[in-house]
C-alpha cells in the first residue's frame, strides 16, 4: 500500500500530545476530523495503532512498531520539501533567518550587513520564532538558518556555529532585597520562585533556571510566561525572577523590572543553525559572517 504521509503525521502528533484535543488544536483540525483520519490510516494498515482508553493516549504493541520508521519517513519528506524550498529561495535571492527575542544584539545587524556585502541583492527576511522552535524550524525549512541558544535538545542532522558567549543575568522586582547588587551569586537566589513555560522542553526550563543549583537547594518553580514580555511582567509583579541573557537588557526594558549580572552562571552560546547537509551559497556566505562577527569579537 501506499503510505499518506499527512495520516502519519496526524497518528505522530496524537501520539506526541497524548491526546486527541490538544493534537487537533496543534494540527488545526477538529477533534472529529483527527480521529477520522487516523482511523483511516488503522483501517489501511489492518491494526489498532493507539490505545484510546489509555489517559494519556499511547501506541499500542502495532503503534510502537509502526512509530520508529514511520518518524523517519516523515522526517525525511520534509528535509526533501525543505531542500527544494530553500533552492527555490536562493535561487530568488532570499535567506530566512530565525531568531528568538534578543538573540545576538547588535551582532545580529552585522551579520546581515555581510551576507548583503557578500552577495549584493540579497534579501534577508527575519523571522522571530517561538522558543520550542529555535531549531526545528531549520529541520523543517520553515527558515534557512536561526540564531540559538542553548540546550537544543536533538541536533541530528544540523550544524552549530558558535556566534558569542553571552553572559547571563537575572531579572528581579525593582523592589527586591538583590535589586541594588551590582553581581549575585546563584546561592543568593535559592528559595526564588523562578518562571517556567509549558509549551517548551523541561530541559530548556531547567537550563535556564540553572537547575540544579551548586548548593543542591531545589528550585522552586512559579508561574508560566510565553513570551518576554509575560516575564517583564510577572517578574514586576514580584511573583518569580527569571534568569536569562544579557542581551535582553538591550532589547527588553520594564520601568520595574532591574538586571543583575550572576558570577557564577554558566554563560550562554549564542549559535548559527543551519542543516548539515546546505550547501546554497546563501547559507554559505551566512556561515561566513558568522565566522567573521566571532573573530571580531575575540
Given at each position: 500500500?501506499?503510505?499518506?504521509l499527512h495520516?502519519?503525521?496526524y497518528?505522530v502528533?496524537v501520539v506526541?500530545?497524548?491526546?486527541f484535543g490538544?493534537a487537533a488544536a496543534?494540527?488545526?483540525v477538529?477533534g472529529?476530523a483527527?480521529?477520522?483520519?487516523?482511523r483511516?490510516l488503522?483501517r489501511r494498515l489492518?491494526?489498532?495503532?493507539?490505545?484510546?482508553?489509555?489517559?494519556?493516549?499511547?501506541p499500542?504493541?502495532?503503534?510502537?512498531?509502526f512509530?520508529?520508521d514511520?518518524?523517519?519517513a516523515?522526517?525525511?519528506?520534509?528535509?526533501a520539501?525543505?531542500?527544494?524550498?530553500?533552492?527555490?529561495?536562493?535561487?530568488a535571492?532570499?535567506l530566512?533567518?530565525g531568531?528568538?527575542?534578543a538573540a545576538?544584539g547588535?551582532h545580529?545587524?552585522?551579520i546581515?550587513d555581510?551576507?548583503?556585502?557578500d552577495?549584493?541583492g540579497?534579501?534577508v527576511?527575519l523571522?522571530?520564532?517561538?522558543w520550542?522552535?529555535?531549531?526545528?524550524?531549520?529541520r523543517?525549512?520553515a527558515?534557512?538558518?536561526?540564531l540559538?541558544?542553548?540546550?537544543?535538545a536533538?541536533?541530528d542532522?544540523?550544524?552549530?556555529?558558535?556566534v558569542?558567549?553571552?553572559?547571563?543575568?537575572?531579572a528581579?522586582?525593582a523592589g527586591?532585597?538583590l535589586?541594588?547588587?551590582?553581581?549575585?551569586?546563584?546561592?543568593d537566589?535559592?528559595?526564588e520562585?523562578?518562571v517556567t513555560?509549558?509549551?517548551?522542553?523541561?530541559q530548556w526550563?531547567?537550563?535556564?533556571?540553572?537547575d540544579?543549583?551548586?548548593s543542591g537547594?531545589p528550585v522552586?518553580?512559579?508561574?508560566v510566561?510565553?513570551?518576554?514580555?509575560?516575564?517583564?511582567?510577572v517578574?514586576?509583579?514580584?511573583e518569580a525572577?527569571?534568569?536569562t541573557g544579557?542581551?535582553v537588557?538591550?532589547?527588553h526594558?520594564?520601568?520595574?523590572?532591574?538586571?543583575v549580572?550572576?558570577?557564577?552562571?554558566?554563560p550562554c552560546?549564542?549559535?548559527?543553525?543551519t542543516?548539515?547537509?546546505d550547501?546554497s551559497?546563501?547559507?554559505g556566505?551566512l556561515?561566513?559572517?558568522?565566522r567573521?562577527?566571532?573573530d571580531?569579537?575575540r
Amino acid at each position: 500500500m501506499d503510505l499518506n504521509l499527512h495520516l502519519v503525521r496526524y497518528l505522530v502528533t496524537v501520539v506526541d500530545e497524548g491526546h486527541f484535543g490538544r493534537a487537533a488544536a496543534r494540527l488545526h483540525v477538529s477533534g472529529p476530523a483527527l480521529s477520522k483520519q487516523v482511523r483511516m490510516l488503522e483501517r489501511r494498515l489492518g491494526a489498532e495503532l493507539v490505545d484510546r482508553s489509555a489517559h494519556p493516549v499511547v501506541p499500542t504493541e502495532a503503534g510502537r512498531r509502526f512509530l520508529p520508521d514511520a518518524r523517519a519517513a516523515l522526517a525525511a519528506a520534509d528535509r526533501a520539501v525543505a531542500a527544494v524550498e530553500a533552492h527555490r529561495r536562493t535561487l530568488a535571492g532570499v535567506l530566512r533567518l530565525g531568531f528568538m527575542t534578543a538573540a545576538t544584539g547588535t551582532h545580529t545587524r552585522r551579520i546581515i550587513d555581510l551576507v548583503q556585502r557578500d552577495g549584493p541583492g540579497v534579501s534577508v527576511q527575519l523571522v522571530q520564532l517561538p522558543w520550542p522552535d529555535q531549531a526545528a524550524a531549520v529541520r523543517t525549512g520553515a527558515v534557512d538558518a536561526s540564531l540559538v541558544r542553548p540546550p537544543i535538545a536533538d541536533t541530528d542532522g544540523l550544524r552549530l556555529d558558535l556566534v558569542r558567549h553571552e553572559p547571563r543575568v537575572v531579572a528581579l522586582p525593582a523592589g527586591h532585597r538583590l535589586a541594588s547588587r551590582a553581581e549575585v551569586a546563584l546561592d543568593d537566589l535559592d528559595g526564588e520562585p523562578h518562571v517556567t513555560d509549558d509549551e517548551t522542553d523541561e530541559q530548556w526550563v531547567r537550563w535556564w533556571a540553572c537547575d540544579p543549583r551548586p548548593s543542591g537547594v531545589p528550585v522552586r518553580y512559579g508561574p508560566v510566561v510565553h513570551t518576554m514580555d509575560e516575564l517583564l511582567e510577572v517578574v514586576a509583579s514580584g511573583e518569580a525572577v527569571a534568569i536569562t541573557g544579557s542581551s535582553v537588557v538591550d532589547s527588553h526594558r520594564h520601568p520595574e523590572v532591574v538586571f543583575v549580572p550572576v558570577t557564577d552562571a554558566e554563560p550562554c552560546p549564542i549559535s548559527l543553525c543551519t542543516r548539515s547537509d546546505d550547501r546554497s551559497a546563501l547559507v554559505g556566505a551566512l556561515r561566513r559572517a558568522v565566522r567573521a562577527v566571532r573573530d571580531d569579537t575575540r
